[in-house]
């Protein structure tokens, strides 16, 4: 099933939808927009089609269906943990994108569980790495949907991970990284500099044995890639990272050891119900001989 993605129209001097979305999406050249445009696959949030000279709105949002030949398909399954008529929470695997990104459109965990659920009000309240696998939350329906979304906002929920990466016997734990994070590059890189703390997490260690360990991460706060950035900061960048501490080669998505960083636990207490709740991903991490595994 082919979703639209969603764009809040930034500030811009552009003076049409047209030229805006050329200037913002270089890789996709005018003649894909026109297309779309022609075929009435740039919308509003209605649902109605949108004109290519239609003046450029800064803060309109805005529905466009992205579109790719040749997909890859991902040969890994999502698994559906729990679901009622407010949430579901979905087990994700590596590799799999939460949203449409890049390459995928159709091969994504938002599009399968639509598929699946038959429910295409279905909105992820969080986001997780495309090479990141475990746990994913989505809001089932709108009327409900903002009372999910502050928890995230508000830091109210706890969010466990686990790595394997690097031993680091010359250092104290648990263990606090605080740091300022930023937009580095590449543009999809992030970067450490000085100034005031953005980004902080806690580093545990689940076991301690030979060259690799196994740590448990608690992120206080949401910054982009910071569990990445921050193990890669203390001398232990996660197993299977191709942008910490040193950006990599390209390499087949598919056929690269899968990043060694699993969500394992979200926890909160249910806005609407009050209860307490808690969710823990089925998954496991594995790195044997070089090689890495889809636990």
Not at 241 to 255: E, M, N, R, S, T
């Amino acid at each position: 099933m082919n979703l639209p993605s969603r764009l809040q129209l930034p500030p811009g001097a552009w003076p049409n939808l047209l030229d805006g979305l050329c200037a913002r999406f270089p890789r996709i050249d005018r003649a894909q927009w026109l297309d779309r445009f022609a075929r009435g696959r740039v919308q509003d949030v209605q649902g109605r089609a949108l004109a290519a000279d239609q003046p450029w709105q800064v803060g309109l949002e805005i529905l466009y269906f992205r579109e790719v030949d040749d997909e890859p398909a991902i040969p890994f399954s999502e698994r559906i943990l729990y679901q009622d008529g407010h949430l579901l929470v979905a087990d994700k695997p590596h590799y799999l994108p939460v949203t449409p990104a890049g390459g995928y459109v159709r091969e994504t965990l938002l599009a399968r569980l639509v598929a699946q659920t038959g429910n295409a009000d279905l909105v992820p309240l969080h986001r997780l790495d495309r090479l990141t696998a475990g746990l994913v939350l989505f809001s089932q329906r709108p009327d409900s949907r903002d009372a999910y979304q502050r928890l995230f906002r508000e830091r109210r929920i706890d969010k466990t991970y686990e790595a394997l990466a690097p031993a680091l016997p010359g250092l104290r734990f648990p263990l606090q990284r605080q740091s300022r994070i930023v937009a580095g590059e590449p543009f999809f890189r992030m970067a450490e500099v000085p100034g005031e703390a953005n980004a902080r997490t806690r580093v545990e260690v689940i076991a301690a044995e030979g060259t690799v360990w196994h740590y448990r991460l608690r992120p206080e706060t949401g910054r982009k890639h910071q569990l990445r950035v921050h193990m890669a900061a203390v001398g232990a960048p996660i197993l299977g990272d191709d942008l910490y501490p040193h950006l990599q080669p390209a390499a087949d998505p598919l056929q690269a050891p899968p990043l060694q960083l699993l969500a394992r636990a979200l926890a909160f207490q249910d806005p609407l119900s009050g209860d307490m709740r808690l969710f823990s991903s089925e998954r496991s991490l594995r790195w044997r001989d070089g090689g890495a595994g889809e636990g």
